[in-house]
């Protein structure tokens, strides 16, 4: 019996018996500082996917901690060198999950009394169904990036709503952009229907909205900024894009997207730098990609990139933080082992 009671102890973070490690037990006004260090802290719901889609703390990882495959993708998604902020709804399961993360090295902390706790103490929710990820720029501004589906990314930065390739269905999945703000600027890269969607353009536009595209497809909407790769516009003080390329190199693939064709696009908001990548695959043109913050590289093969030439991309762009996207059914959840030792923090979300 002992030992039994000793076990549901280390089950919930009271002792490292069962060969579990300690972690920290948080109240809310801790947790709510490790949620405020964006930089330095990974906050992970372990509740269900009806849990978190009802509210769930902004930024939150979701990763069901009662399902089989939970260290597998907490493993894959989760870096070391990150604290691990961890709640569920009353602070039992993610005392349980931060306990299993504890053992495998991971330095966690669990919110006591769970979001029922945030909650009773005033604490924001949010009912954004995508994950969102948040950095601070030079000046200290807030960056969010929203993972909507596959290559559509939502931006907020200072007031401003930036549209990256929104599509209204891919598959069986559906974003509903009515429920989205109106965007200040929406770029395409390109005019594959994953990427360039008119009825989603016509309802995330308003009057004031600035849309930006290759050629092809402000010829085939019939409005648009036209940028070509090289090209640089500045939009404000604290805000450029540049135009850069993004094409097929492989022998047979040329067709999907052929060079001269297609925009990536790099983001420099207030001194962070993003790389969008678009549809490309490994090209040299990426050594010219300096100073990155944050990339999205493209990992679909046949028609984007291998998980060898992901890889090789991001050892050749060195971004701080990774994005796999527009990854499909490409099976990605070995590239953060293949990239620990480049010290690239890589982050892997729903952007099937």
């Given at each position: 019996?002992?030992?039994?009671i000793?076990?549901?102890?280390?089950?919930?973070?009271?002792?490292?018996?069962c060969?579990?490690?300690?972690?920290?037990?948080a109240?809310v006004?801790?947790?709510?500082?490790?949620?405020?260090d964006?930089?330095?802290?990974?906050?992970?719901?372990?509740r269900?996917?009806d849990e978190?889609a009802?509210?769930?703390?902004?930024?939150?990882v979701?990763?069901d901690?009662?399902k089989n495959?939970?260290m597998?993708?907490?493993?894959a998604?989760l870096?070391?060198?990150?604290?691990?902020?961890?709640?569920?709804?009353?602070g039992r399961?993610?005392?349980?999950?931060?306990?299993?993360?504890a053992?495998?090295?991971?330095?966690?902390?669990?919110l006591k009394?769970?979001?029922?706790?945030w909650k009773?103490?005033?604490?924001?929710?949010?009912?954004?169904?995508?994950?969102?990820?948040?950095?601070k720029t030079?000046?200290g501004?807030i960056?969010?990036?929203h993972?909507l589906?596959?290559?559509?990314?939502?931006?907020?930065?200072?007031?401003?709503e930036?549209?990256?390739?929104?599509v209204?269905?891919?598959?069986a999945k559906?974003?509903?952009?009515?429920?989205l703000?109106?965007?200040?600027?929406?770029f395409?890269?390109?005019?594959?229907?994953?990427?360039?969607d008119?009825?989603?353009?016509?309802?995330?536009?308003?009057?004031?909205?600035?849309?930006?595209?290759?050629k092809?497809c402000?010829?085939?909407?019939?409005?648009?900024?036209?940028?070509?790769n090289?090209?640089?516009?500045?939009i404000?003080?604290?805000?450029?894009?540049?135009a850069?390329?993004?094409?097929?190199?492989?022998?047979?693939?040329?067709q999907?997207?052929?060079?001269g064709?297609?925009?990536?696009?790099?983001?420099t908001?207030d001194?962070?730098?993003?790389?969008i990548?678009?549809?490309?695959?490994?090209?040299p043109e990426?050594?010219?990609?300096k100073d990155?913050?944050?990339?999205?590289l493209?990992?679909?093969?046949?028609?984007?990139?291998?998980t060898?030439q992901?890889?090789?991309a991001a050892?050749i762009v060195?971004?701080?933080v990774?994005?796999?996207?527009?990854?499909?059914?490409?099976?990605?959840t070995?590239v953060?082992?293949?990239?620990?030792?480049?010290g690239?923090d890589?982050?892997?979300?729903h952007?099937?």
């Amino acid at each position: 019996m002992k030992k039994i009671i000793t076990c549901l102890l280390a089950t919930l973070g009271l002792s490292t018996a069962c060969g579990q490690k300690n972690f920290e037990n948080a109240d809310v006004e801790w947790f709510s500082m490790l949620v405020d260090d964006v930089a330095g802290t990974v906050i992970l719901d372990v509740r269900t996917a009806d849990e978190y889609a009802e509210g769930h703390i902004e930024g939150a990882v979701h990763i069901d901690q009662g399902k089989n495959d939970f260290m597998e993708k907490a493993k894959a998604v989760l870096p070391l060198d990150k604290k691990i902020a961890v709640y569920c709804r009353s602070g039992r399961r993610s005392a349980s999950a931060a306990g299993r993360l504890a053992n495998e090295g991971y330095q966690c902390f669990n919110l006591k009394g769970g979001i029922l706790a945030w909650k009773n103490e005033g604490k924001p929710v949010s009912t954004d169904m995508y994950e969102v990820d948040l950095f601070k720029t030079s000046s200290g501004k807030i960056v969010k990036f929203h993972a909507l589906v596959h290559a559509s990314i939502r931006i907020e930065y200072d007031g401003k709503e930036i549209e990256i390739d929104p599509v209204t269905k891919l598959g069986a999945k559906v974003i509903d952009c009515t429920k989205l703000p109106k965007a200040d600027y929406i770029f395409v890269t390109h005019e594959h229907g994953d990427h360039f969607d008119q009825a989603a353009l016509r309802v995330l536009s308003n009057n004031k909205t600035r849309l930006v595209t290759n050629k092809r497809c402000a010829d085939m909407y019939g409005a648009g900024e036209v940028m070509a790769n090289g090209d640089v516009l500045k939009i404000a003080d604290d805000f450029t894009v540049e135009a850069v390329p993004a094409y097929n190199t492989t022998e047979g693939r040329q067709q999907f997207h052929p060079k001269g064709r297609d925009n990536g696009y790099i983001l420099t908001l207030d001194g962070l730098r993003i790389y969008i990548a678009g549809d490309t695959e490994d090209i040299p043109e990426m050594e010219s990609v300096k100073d990155i913050d944050i990339a999205f590289l493209p990992c679909n093969q046949p028609y984007t990139m291998t998980t060898d030439q992901l890889v090789k991309a991001a050892r050749i762009v060195k971004p701080k933080v990774l994005f796999p996207y527009h990854y499909g059914q490409t099976y990605i959840t070995s590239v953060p082992a293949q990239l620990k030792a480049d010290g690239i923090d890589v982050r892997i979300r729903h952007y099937e």
